[in-house]
């Protein structure tokens, strides 16, 4: 009696749709509350709200209301390239995870930041969030396009227990 043997091989020529790429440094995100009504705080925070930066030498650091330390100036920007995004948010971050990718269906690079969002006691009324979030990867060529996207998830929820 003769046997047949099936073999069932994936033989996909084709490039992967996306590569994760290493990121060198994940920054902790900085933050600072601020009252909305506040016309001071809101001329000096609301121009950053979904700001995303590209940063190729220590010149190209935006002069924020942060600053930056030497973890950001002492870069050997001749093979890193910064990521600076900042959001405004009504909560703070909690967690956060980051991922950067090439997309090679459409040729860009892509930063997603994944965050979970911290609940106060009481709901912020007239407050907001500015958060200045920063990885650093592997130098980006001159005419890379590059975009930051977050998602969020929910951390700490009371789901009526």
């Given at each position: 009696?003769?046997g047949?043997?099936?073999?069932?091989?994936?033989?996909?020529?084709?490039?992967p749709?996306?590569?994760?790429?290493?990121?060198?440094?994940q920054?902790?995100p900085?933050?600072?509350v601020?009252d909305?009504n506040?016309?001071e705080?809101?001329e000096?925070?609301?121009?950053?709200?979904?700001?995303?930066?590209?940063?190729?030498?220590?010149?190209?650091?935006?002069?924020?209301?942060?600053g930056?330390?030497?973890?950001?100036?002492?870069l050997?920007?001749?093979n890193?390239?910064l990521?600076?995004?900042?959001?405004?948010?009504?909560e703070?971050?909690v967690?956060?995870e980051?991922?950067f990718?090439?997309?090679?269906?459409?040729?860009?690079y892509?930063?997603?930041?994944?965050i979970?969002?911290g609940y106060?006691?009481?709901?912020?009324e007239?407050e907001?969030?500015?958060?200045?979030?920063?990885?650093?990867v592997?130098?980006?060529?001159?005419?890379?396009?590059v975009?930051a996207?977050?998602?969020i998830?929910?951390?700490?929820w009371?789901w009526?227990?």
């Open positions: 009696m003769a047949a043997a099936l073999c069932g091989c994936n033989h996909n020529d084709n490039p749709t996306e590569v994760r790429l290493p990121i060198a440094v920054y902790v900085e933050s600072v601020f909305r506040d016309e705080a809101k000096l925070y609301f121009p950053w709200a979904s700001k995303f930066v590209v940063v190729n030498s220590a010149d190209e650091l935006p002069d924020d209301p942060f930056f330390p030497k973890g950001y100036t002492d050997n920007f001749n890193t390239t990521l600076i995004e900042y959001e405004i948010r009504r703070v971050y967690t956060l980051n991922r990718v090439k997309n090679y269906a459409d040729g860009k892509q930063w997603y930041k994944t979970g969002n106060y006691d009481e709901p912020l007239n907001a969030v500015l958060t200045r979030y920063a990885i650093a592997d130098k980006l060529p001159e005419d890379a396009v975009e996207w977050t998602s998830t929910a951390v700490g009371d009526g227990n």
